[in-house]
């Protein structure tokens, strides 16, 4: 039921209503003759997911046709024909690389009457464009979300620049629609599909990863099969919690049905800052401080002093010979202001990295 939207009568008589809170109308008085009964509204649109594609794409190969209204839905470049453009368009708008489509947003029923003065009662239905499986209505949005996520056990930051998102349980996928809140300090470099055949697509938009992956022959996973794997750049630890799973969340069969939930598991990643802490006293500083080191593991040391136009002003390279050390720290060379101390630790082939901000004042 919409309310607040418009009901337009067109031919013999002319008439045009607002439908109330339960989405009722009523035309009055409207005379004889053959008239056609049709509606618009600006109630926000929604509901598409890449089931949707996989439904598109299965009506276009003949093998799961839709009719009325949501084949209207499926044609959404708006060309009468319903093909791979309309599905890609469908992937498009869900991932955030298209904003609207050529059809509009939404699809009315058109319906034809030849009024003789009797009461004609009828429902009028609209879809959004692009919701093949009419899953969206307004007034609720479309808030199931037929994922979870729970963490796989914790790698550390070096192993986990390919992170993996599996599966939890085996089951037939012929859709799997995604949007994960990225969690602050974590870059998403790559996503990589590990599901053979299909289309894969991904996008960053607005601090989240939308992906899609769809395919009319489906294919079987395995419990703990990974779905696809993410290469993230974080000098901080993310817990798996960390990563939150959004609306339009789901995974579908080959048929293009939902599945009622089903869980995805990510490893928590240990940072490779962790356990390395830098803190300079005093601060703020006359120009003679302490710099003093927590460090995970021994090894060499570079401490950068930068100014705010990123300018290095000071350097010094040291040997670390013990996990807690202090460092002196001589900056009476330097005009007051602010600057930030880059430390960085190389060991073992990696390397950890924290900065400091320090002030300079007489």
């Keep these: 039921m919409l309310d607040n939207?418009?009901?337009?009568?067109?031919?013999?008589?002319?008439?045009?209503?607002?439908?109330?809170?339960?989405?009722?109308?009523?035309?009055?008085?409207?005379?004889?003759?053959?008239?056609?009964?049709?509606?618009?509204?600006?109630?926000?649109?929604?509901?598409?997911?890449a089931t949707d594609?996989?439904?598109?794409?299965?009506?276009?190969?003949?093998?799961?046709?839709?009719?009325?209204?949501?084949?209207?839905?499926?044609?959404?470049?708006?060309?009468?024909?319903?093909?791979?453009?309309?599905?890609?368009?469908?992937?498009?708008?869900?991932?955030?690389?298209?904003?609207?489509?050529?059809?509009?947003?939404?699809?009315?029923e058109s319906k034809n009457y030849n009024l003789n003065l009797s009461e004609v009662t009828t429902d009028l239905f609209g879809i959004c464009l692009g919701d093949v499986n009419n899953s969206y209505a307004p007034a609720a949005g479309r808030q199931f979300i037929g994922l979870?996520?729970?963490?796989?056990?914790?790698?550390?930051?070096?192993?986990?620049?390919?992170?993996?998102?599996?599966?939890?349980?085996?089951?037939?996928?012929?859709?799997?629609?995604?949007?994960?809140?990225?969690?602050?300090?974590?870059?998403i470099e790559q996503v990589v599909s590990n599901l053979s055949g299909g289309r894969f697509d991904y996008n960053i938009h607005n601090g989240q990863l939308r992906l899609t992956w769809f395919d009319v022959n489906g294919v079987n996973l395995e419990s703990g099969q990974s779905l696809f794997r993410m290469r993230i750049a974080t000098d901080a630890s993310v817990p798996a919690k960390a990563w939150l799973v959004g609306e339009g969340s789901e995974m579908a069969n080959p048929l293009a049905q939902i599945y009622d939930m089903v869980g995805l598991r990510i490893p928590s990643v240990r940072g490779l800052n962790e356990g390395f802490v830098a803190g300079v006293y005093p601060n703020p500083t006359n120009g003679l401080s302490k710099l003093s080191l927590s460090l995970p593991v021994l090894g060499e040391v570079r401490v950068r002093a930068v100014?705010?136009?990123?300018?290095?002003?000071?350097?010094?390279?040291?040997?670390?010979?013990?996990?807690?050390?202090?460092?002196?720290?001589?900056?009476?060379?330097?005009?007051?202001?602010?600057?930030?101390?880059?430390?960085?630790?190389e060991a073992n082939g990696r390397t950890y990295r924290t900065r400091v901000p320090v002030q300079k004042a007489h």
């Design 5 to 49: 939207s418009t009901v337009t009568l067109t031919g013999a008589a002319s008439a045009s209503a607002t439908t109330g809170a339960n989405g009722s109308f009523a035309l009055m008085g409207l005379g004889n003759g053959a008239v056609t009964l049709t509606a618009s509204t600006n109630k926000a649109w929604g509901g598409i997911t």
């Design 53 to 108: 594609a996989l439904a598109t794409t299965r009506h276009y190969q003949g093998i799961g046709l839709v009719t009325g209204l949501n084949l209207a839905a499926a044609d959404v470049n708006l060309s009468n024909l319903v093909n791979a453009t309309d599905a890609l368009m469908i992937i498009n708008r869900f991932n955030g690389t298209r904003n609207s489509f050529p059809a509009g947003d939404w699809k009315f």
């Design 148 to 187: 979870n996520l729970s963490e796989n056990g914790v790698q550390s930051a070096k192993d986990g620049e390919w992170v993996d998102v599996r599966v939890d349980r085996s089951l037939e996928l012929g859709a799997l629609s995604l949007v994960l809140d990225i969690p602050a300090g974590v870059q």
């Design 307 to 345: 100014d705010v136009l990123g300018k290095t002003v000071a350097s010094m390279n040291v040997r670390a010979t013990t996990l807690n050390t202090e460092l002196n720290l001589d900056l009476n060379h330097l005009a007051n202001g602010r600057y930030e101390l880059q430390v960085e630790l």
